[in-house]
């Protein structure tokens, strides 16, 4: 018979032990490095891409008001007019006039303080300062109504004819000069404002709220009818324009201005567009020491050298924007 030796297990001796620990840690903090980098790299992704998203909204918008100014319904601008009571609510120097001005597309110069001429923000002192200004004016044919609403603007068409703006009210008015008929249509009419404003968020006074990041804001007519504002995008910081003049008639742009050397409006016919966005979280490893400076267009934008605003990503996003109601087929046959 088979004799069978039972050996007793001694366990591990602390050398052994310490070893075990001493891999398990390097292990361990290896993993946890490759966490917290790849965390790291998800956190820097998502604020890239709402940088970008940001800036590529703000064109979308700009680009949408922009592409429909100056149209009135297959009408000239000369054949234009207004009838009935109209009664626009003043917001600053935006009253009725502002609001019936002919121009299709107006722009400022950005300044220290907002141009009296555009002073539509409900607050002049949450004006950005230094950013352009861009007035728009259009028929919105996106806005079509056979019932208008008093209180609210219109502009009636007949195509190649003539066309009247009218508050909702007045109906009957501009029936009476603009009868009905095959291809007569009631467009709801549009005078906007694109600016930007200190803040995005703003407290019942008007007052910004500390702490919201800056906004591209569109001051647009509205029921009452009155100028409203709407925050469209936040975290754009700064926006400079320059416009395209056609000179010579041939529907294509000559050069590019800003808007303090456009003496006839009439002659733009594209809008270049430079956004600067900003991220919407701080990120402590980012540090301007001295004050961050970035090019948009014909005009340098320093960031203040504070602790918080030089701890921003930031990016400029730049677009030319023909106005389709000028240039035509021109503009769909280049796909701008």
């Not at 109209?86 to 019936?100: F, R």
């Not at 409203?228 to 008639?249: A, K, R, S």
Request: proline share 2%.
């Amino acid at each position: 018979m088979q004799n069978l030796t039972l050996h007793k297990q001694s366990g591990l001796s602390i050398v052994e032990l310490m070893v075990a620990i001493t891999l398990g840690t390097i292990l361990l903090a290896g993993i946890l490095q490759i966490f917290v980098f790849n965390k790291r790299s998800f956190e820097i992704t998502q604020d890239l891409s709402h940088v970008q998203e940001s800036a590529r909204i703000g064109i979308q918008v700009l680009s949408k008001s922009i592409r429909n100014a100056d149209h009135w319904g297959s009408v000239d601008l000369a054949a234009v007019s207004s009838v009935g009571t109209i009664a626009v609510a003043a917001s600053g120097a935006c009253d009725k006039n502002w609001a019936l001005n002919g121009n299709g597309v107006v722009g400022y110069e950005g300044a220290a303080t907002i141009p009296a001429a555009a002073s539509c923000l409900g607050k002049s002192a949450n004006y950005q300062a230094n950013s352009d200004i861009l007035v728009l004016r259009y028929a919105d044919a996106s806005q079509l109504t056979g019932t208008p609403a008093s209180g609210t603007l219109y502009l009636r068409s007949n195509p190649e004819n003539k066309a009247v703006i009218f508050d909702g009210a007045d109906l009957a008015t501009a029936k009476a000069q603009v009868p009905d008929g095959t291809m007569i249509y009631n467009y709801g009419y549009q005078a906007e404002m694109f600016v930007v404003r200190k803040c995005a968020q703003a407290d019942t006074s008007g007052n910004c709220i500390a702490g919201s990041p800056p906004a591209l804001v569109r001051v647009r007519l509205g029921a009452g009818p009155k100028m409203t504002e709407q925050v469209l995008v936040e975290g754009i910081e700064q926006m400079q324009l320059q416009y395209g003049l056609d000179v010579n008639g041939d529907l294509l742009v000559d050069r590019y201005v800003g808007a303090g050397s456009v003496t006839n409006w009439q002659n733009v016919v594209a809008v270049r567009v430079a956004l600067l966005a900003r991220s919407r979280e701080l990120d402590l490893e980012i540090d301007n020491t001295a004050a961050f400076s970035t090019a948009l267009l014909d005009y340098t934008y320093t960031v203040p050298a504070n602790d918080s605003a030089r701890r921003y990503r930031r990016m400029v996003m730049q677009r030319d924007i023909f106005i389709r109601n000028r240039v035509g087929s021109l503009s769909i046959r280049t796909g701008v």
